[in-house]
């Protein structure tokens, strides 16, 4: 959950929806669409999405997420199953809802 100030993609600016399209982009497929059973912990009530706490900081918001994008490249060695198996044992040691 962000406890900070954040901007709603509907509020966005040119600058910060650009930002937002862009590092989208980079991202394989199958990790652009959204996992239904998770929207509504995802939703402004529980604090939005992690990428919405980068969200006064466009230029940090893009190049972040871009660094993750290219990280999951299908040309690298690991699959997305290893990629969620990382993801779930950081999140679980750090005690962390992301």
């Given at each position: ?9 509907r ?10 399209q ?77």
């Amino acid at each position: 959950m962000t406890w900070i100030k954040t901007i709603p993609p509907r509020e966005a600016d040119e600058k910060l929806r650009q930002a937002m399209q862009r590092y989208k982009g980079l991202y394989p497929i199958e990790y652009r669409n959204e996992v239904e059973i998770l929207k509504p912990m995802a939703s402004r009530e529980h604090g939005g999405s992690i990428s919405d706490s980068h969200s006064l900081l466009p230029d940090t918001l893009y190049h972040a997420f871009a660094t993750l994008g290219t990280l999951l490249s299908p040309d690298l060695p690991l699959t997305r199953r290893q990629h969620e198996m990382i993801a779930t044992t950081v999140s679980v040691i750090n005690d962390c809802f992301y």
